[in-house]
């Protein structure tokens, strides 16, 4: 099992650069999802607010 | 109720069973072992074929005679030879929305390039390599028309859409991506290379996974560095995957639809005709001023351009090798 973690940490070490990218990318491709899901617990008059946590949620 | 269905199927095991005898004793009686398996082969391959070919081939050539007619759905049909055809190609709407699904199709080698760039880089790490992966799958699972509507919110003007206040925050000027003529068409493209982009990962991960690593540890071993590797072993060897990501790729840019319908302004393909495509000029057509005859020699023509470019390019692509 620690070999494992170790493993994952080395193959984090060698590519971070690579991870941030992926990650920043990540982020695009789900902010559309989480918005959705933002948005459905919002109540009407917030549903176009920025935010991704509902003030009063429903 | 049970009594019934046991009935029935004592009932459709017996004709099934004397039908059985009666093709084993009558029409396979001079028949050796090698013909008999053949014969039951093909009777078996007859339903689907039956099926298919009433379900599908069936509507395709009503749809080629309805283009000869003219018809407004409930009323009676009318041959009126070729002169659809012919107010088809006087249709200034019908030349614009062809031209703009040459524009779509544009978006196949960017999104090409793009899912290749972000497939190889995700075949180079492990760690969190499947939570990566389900990321960038996530808005293939997607419906096409709530992708739509988000990206129709986000490109809103300014005091809703996500886009504006990013391009306010970083102090340059806003636009109307939608219902400008020159932009609406680049951001419904947008959208929907984002949605496809997950799709062609998966594919092209698939097709990396299918490399042998000896080829990679060779290359190693002679010195070869990562871009050689690239251009001398992965991208010769995904060509295959390249050849079937063109082909479906193309046929989803050219029957482009719903994103339009649901992100064009007024959902009409406006503004001015600008994002119009072949699929919603003859949808609208056909039910929104019903005309039948119209509209199916239009999907003739589309049919037949789809089909010049699936046969050009599987001719052209997977010929030499």
Redesign the interface.
């Given at each position: 099992m620690t070999k494992a973690i170790k493993d994952a940490y080395e193959s984090f070490k060698k590519h971070y650069v690579l991870y941030l990218v992926l990650l920043f990318f990540g982020i695009i491709m789900v902010f559309p999802f989480l918005w959705m899901l933002a948005t459905s617990l919002k109540p009407q008059p917030e549903i176009y607010s920025l935010s991704l946590m509902p003030d009063n949620p429903r | 109720m049970c009594f019934f269905s046991l009935l029935i199927f004592l009932g459709v095991r017996y004709v099934l069973n004397s039908l059985k005898s009666t093709i084993k004793n009558w029409w396979l009686k001079d028949l050796n072992i090698k013909q008999r398996k053949m014969v039951w082969a093909y009777i078996f391959l007859l339903v689907p074929l039956i099926f298919y070919l009433s379900i599908r081939i069936y509507p395709v050539f009503k749809a080629f005679r309805l283009s000869l007619m003219e018809w407004d759905l409930v009323g009676s049909q009318e041959f009126v030879g070729l002169d659809n055809f012919r107010e088809l190609f006087d249709d200034a709407i019908f030349w614009r929305s062809l031209a703009n699904t040459g524009k779509y199709l544009l978006g196949l080698p960017i999104s090409l390039v793009i899912g290749f760039i972000?497939a190889y880089?995700?075949s180079?790490?492990?760690?969190?390599f499947g939570f990566?992966r389900l990321?960038?799958f996530?808005?293939y699972l997607?419906s096409l028309v709530?992708?739509a509507w988000?990206?129709r919110w986000?490109l809103q003007p300014l005091?809703?859409g996500?886009a504006n206040?990013f391009l306010s925050f970083m102090g340059l000027s806003s636009y109307h991506f939608l219902e400008d003529t020159t932009l609406a068409l680049p951001s419904i493209l947008a959208a929907t290379i984002?949605q496809g982009?997950?799709f062609q990962i998966i594919i092209y991960l698939a097709g990396l996974k299918g490399i042998p690593k000896q080829l990679y540890e060779a290359a190693e071993v002679d010195g070869a560095n990562e871009f050689q590797r690239l251009f001398k072993i992965t991208l010769p060897l995904l060509k295959p995957t390249f050849v079937f990501l063109i082909v479906i790729g193309s046929i989803r840019y050219l029957r482009m639809f719903a994103q339009v319908l649901n992100m064009s302004y007024q959902g009409r393909g406006g503004p001015a005709y600008s994002t119009m495509t072949l699929v919603l000029f003859l949808y609208r057509r056909a039910f929104e001023h019903f005309e039948m005859g119209y509209a199916a020699a239009a999907t003739l023509i589309l049919f037949l351009i789809i089909m010049t470019v699936s046969l050009i390019q599987l001719k052209v692509l997977s010929g030499d090798d």
């Amino acid at each position: 099992m620690t070999k494992a973690i170790k493993d994952a940490y080395e193959s984090f070490k060698k590519h971070y650069v690579l991870y941030l990218v992926l990650l920043f990318f990540g982020i695009i491709m789900v902010f559309p999802f989480l918005w959705m899901l933002a948005t459905s617990l919002k109540p009407q008059p917030e549903i176009y607010s920025l935010s991704l946590m509902p003030d009063n949620p429903r | 109720m049970c009594f019934f269905s046991l009935l029935i199927f004592l009932g459709v095991r017996y004709v099934l069973n004397s039908l059985k005898s009666t093709i084993k004793n009558w029409w396979l009686k001079d028949l050796n072992i090698k013909q008999r398996k053949m014969v039951w082969a093909y009777i078996f391959l007859l339903v689907p074929l039956i099926f298919y070919l009433s379900i599908r081939i069936y509507p395709v050539f009503k749809a080629f005679r309805l283009s000869l007619m003219e018809w407004d759905l409930v009323g009676s049909q009318e041959f009126v030879g070729l002169d659809n055809f012919r107010e088809l190609f006087d249709d200034a709407i019908f030349w614009r929305s062809l031209a703009n699904t040459g524009k779509y199709l544009l978006g196949l080698p960017i999104s090409l390039v793009i899912g290749f760039i972000f497939a190889y880089l995700l075949s180079k790490i492990e760690f969190a390599f499947g939570f990566f992966r389900l990321i960038y799958f996530l808005p293939y699972l997607t419906s096409l028309v709530a992708v739509a509507w988000i990206f129709r919110w986000i490109l809103q003007p300014l005091p809703l859409g996500l886009a504006n206040r990013f391009l306010s925050f970083m102090g340059l000027s806003s636009y109307h991506f939608l219902e400008d003529t020159t932009l609406a068409l680049p951001s419904i493209l947008a959208a929907t290379i984002w949605q496809g982009l997950g799709f062609q990962i998966i594919i092209y991960l698939a097709g990396l996974k299918g490399i042998p690593k000896q080829l990679y540890e060779a290359a190693e071993v002679d010195g070869a560095n990562e871009f050689q590797r690239l251009f001398k072993i992965t991208l010769p060897l995904l060509k295959p995957t390249f050849v079937f990501l063109i082909v479906i790729g193309s046929i989803r840019y050219l029957r482009m639809f719903a994103q339009v319908l649901n992100m064009s302004y007024q959902g009409r393909g406006g503004p001015a005709y600008s994002t119009m495509t072949l699929v919603l000029f003859l949808y609208r057509r056909a039910f929104e001023h019903f005309e039948m005859g119209y509209a199916a020699a239009a999907t003739l023509i589309l049919f037949l351009i789809i089909m010049t470019v699936s046969l050009i390019q599987l001719k052209v692509l997977s010929g030499d090798d």
